[in-house]
């Protein structure tokens, strides 16, 4: 390879430089004057706001965003008005990317301590968790209203129903992040009607991801036990919360005004094959700690009474890695799922019309 003349260098390296400078100068915009006055400027931003279409809300937000550059103060002013207005249904798609920190505060602490009791809502639950995750600050007044009784042992806040389930959907959604999930852990159970029954709703739901986080919930939680996969907090029940005792002990759990026929759970351990099923004890009595070491292959049955319609079984302490399942899929879903230690446990539920005397699953663990 033939070498650059001695005088040739610099000037290479200068014409580099020069080539990497040159963008970096076109990035730098000059914003100019305001375009109005800042009478006019509130007007205009009070009025896209007003006609913010919900079902198309990016040409309102693409022009209150060409104004952020002169009238971010008056923007955010005019976000937080109408915010505390009563109709409001058009700003929840206008809001989150306008937001700042200044407003995501003032939302927040308004809707839970300052709004009426109606405007604090399940529909509204994603906006504020939004705002809640990315300003993290804004979160503090929610959080310290809830975690200080669950904490000292005093009765958390005695919520409508439609605010618990605002509360718990924006706990069980946020993000497992900084200390999110140790304060839902301390603040759920203190309404566990309402947060039991999103959960069952998100584990049967379309949603698998969802599904999934639902099921690590009511295990982190201890509630794997009977629920109402329909039934819905109703608005006119008043929640009844037991507080939780001076120790600060999470508070039993509270009874329901709901008779209809609840779910059947039932647990049981493994069997290794035999030439017969056999009734499984339940509920087992310990993980799976290796009393199964060497077993590929074995049969689960059901135990106890009829199991009903949608109501879920529950075999536990399964050892881990990819299993093949084979049981009769016309009457019931089955599914996977982590369970306590190195085990996972599968969920049977009965999609057949009528309830169910017995079901039989053959396992085996794929190499």
């Known amino acids: 390879m033939s070498r650059l003349p001695h005088g040739l260098l610099p000037v290479v ?3 580099f430089t020069f080539v990497i400078a040159t963008p970096a100068r076109a990035q730098f915009k000059e914003v100019g004057p305001p375009p109005f006055s800042p009478a006019i400027a509130r007007q205009k931003i009070r009025t896209l706001l007003e006609k913010a279409d919900p079902g198309n809300p990016q040409p309102a937000v693409d022009a209150l965003l060409g104004l952020v550059a002169w009238y971010r103060d008056i923007l955010d002013q005019e976000l937080i ?3 505390q207005k009563e109709e409001r ?3 929840t798609q206008v809001i989150e990317p306008l937001a700042d920190a200044a407003v995501a505060s003032a939302i927040v602490e308004y809707s839970w301590r300052q709004a009426p009791q109606a405007t604090w809502n399940l529909a509204d639950a994603p906006l504020l968790g939004h705002l809640m995750e990315r300003y993290p600050d804004s979160a ?7 975690l200080g ?5 005093r009765p958390a806040p005695d919520l409508p129903t439609p605010e618990a ?6 706990l069980v959604d946020m993000p497992d992040v900084g200390t999110w999930r140790k304060s839902a852990l301390q603040i759920l159970p203190y309404y566990r009607r309402v947060a039991q029954s999103l959960l069952v709703q998100d584990v049967h739901g379309d949603d698998r991801e969802k599904s999934y986080r639902a099921q690590r919930w009511l295990t982190e939680l201890r509630w794997d036990e009977p629920v109402t996969v329909s039934q819905q907090p109703s608005p006119r029940t008043k929640p009844a919360r037991t507080p939780s005792p001076a120790t600060g002990s999470a508070p039993p759990p509270l009874a329901t005004v709901d008779h209809r026929p609840t779910l059947a759970r039932a647990d049981s351990d493994p069997l290794p094959p035999k030439p017969s099923p056999a009734p499984v004890p339940s509920p087992a009595p310990s993980l799976y700690n290796g009393a199964h070491s060497g077993a590929t292959s074995g049969t ?3 135990s106890g009474g009829p199991i009903p319609q949608n109501a879920e079984y529950v075999f536990r302490n399964l050892p881990p890695g990819n299993m093949q399942l084979d049981y009769d899929t016309k009457t019931w879903d089955a599914h996977l799922a982590p369970g306590e230690g190195p085990t996972q446990k599968l969920i049977l539920r009965n999609k057949s019309s009528s309830p169910q005397k017995r079901c039989v699953v053959h396992w085996s663990v794929s190499p």
């Open 13 to 15: 390296i200068w014409s």
């Open 81 to 83: 008005a109408a915010w």
């Open 140 to 146: 503090k007044p929610f959080l310290a209203d809830l």
């Open 300 to 302: 689960l049955q059901c």
């Open 165 to 170: 389930q605002a509360v718990c959907r924006i």
């Open 89 to 91: 249904a058009n700003l």
């Open 149 to 153: 009784p669950a904490a000292s042992g």
